[in-house]
Nanobody
Framework: QVQLVESGGGLVQAGDSLRLSCAASGRTFSTFAMGWFRQAPGKEREFVAEINWIGSQISYADSVKGRFTISKDNAKSTFYLQMNKLMSEDTAVYYC??????????WGQGTQVTVSS
């Protein structure tokens, strides 16, 4: 089992920045990759960004490329999502997740990000 706990959400204005954190605990040694997803009201959950355990592979959704940066600190078993130039369309509940194979096995409880225009 892997436990994931997000933090760092909040209410900001358009153009502001915010950093989300996700602290992992448990059997993290089996983790292959970690990622961020988001779900806006009335919409399906969507992929935001992903990073593999050694940090050699990173990918982003087109909607956040150039604005968001995913990173990790293995020593702290924590990974981050730095969000810059936030827009109202970024308003959503953000979830962190981890996977040991092709399926996202574990999920955090979610943190709300609200961007006012």
């Amino acid at each position: 089992q892997v436990q994931l706990v997000e933090s760092g959400g909040g209410l900001v204005q358009a153009g502001d920045s915010l950093r989300l954190s996700c602290a992992a605990s448990g059997r993290t040694f089996s983790t292959f990759a970690m990622g961020w997803f988001r779900q806006a009201p009335g919409k399906e959950r969507e992929f935001v960004a992903e990073i593999n355990w050694i940090g050699s592979q990173i990918s982003y959704a087109d909607s956040v490329k150039g604005r968001f940066t995913i990173s990790k600190d293995n020593a702290k078993s924590t990974f981050y999502l730095q969000m810059n130039k936030l827009m109202s369309e970024d308003t959503a509940v953000y979830y962190c997740a981890s996977r040991s194979g092709s399926v996202w096995d574990y999920w955090g409880q979610g943190t709300q990000v609200t961007v006012s225009s």
